[in-house]
């Protein structure tokens, strides 16, 4: 089993940044897609950012496309999410979610289905 744990959420201002990471705390990752989802209070979980097996691709929800880079250092087993501008619409439970099997297409990198290993979620909280 792969058991995948966040960090890094906190409470920050408008305008200012933070910096999520993804490791395992059981197994370690994939060497396949990763991705991060959130899901805001009363709202359903949706796509944030993936990133491919190699690091060369990367995919973001149109919300947050210029403001979040991902990353993957796969020597080191980590995954982050650098998150730039925070605004209020982003506060959120963030996860990092891993798939076991290559993808290919670019719907699939952005489907939470396609992703087999959850963590639990940080919290990430932009209010002033």
């Known amino acids: 089993q792969v058991q995948l744990v966040e960090s890094g959420g906190g409470l920050v201002q408008p305008g200012t940044s933070l910096r999520l990471s993804c490791a395992a705390s059981?197994?370690?990752?994939?060497?396949?897609?990763l991705a991060w989802f959130r899901q805001a209070p009363g709202k359903d979980r949706v796509f944030v950012a993936s990133i491919s097996r190699g690091g060369g691709v990367t995919f973001f929800a149109e919300s947050v496309q210029g403001r979040f880079t991902i990353s993957r250092d796969n020597a080191k087993n980590t995954m982050g999410l650098q998150m730039n501008n925070l605004e209020p619409e982003d506060t959120a439970v963030y996860y990092c979610?891993?798939?076991?099997?290559?993808?290919?297409?670019?719907?699939?990198?952005?489907?939470?289905?396609?992703?087999?290993?959850w963590g639990q979620g940080t919290q990430v909280t932009v209010s002033s």
């Open positions: 059981e197994g370690s990752l994939t060497n396949y897609a």
């Open positions: 979610a891993d798939s076991n099997q290559q993808l290919f297409r670019e719907s699939s990198y952005r489907t939470q289905w396609r992703y087999d290993y």
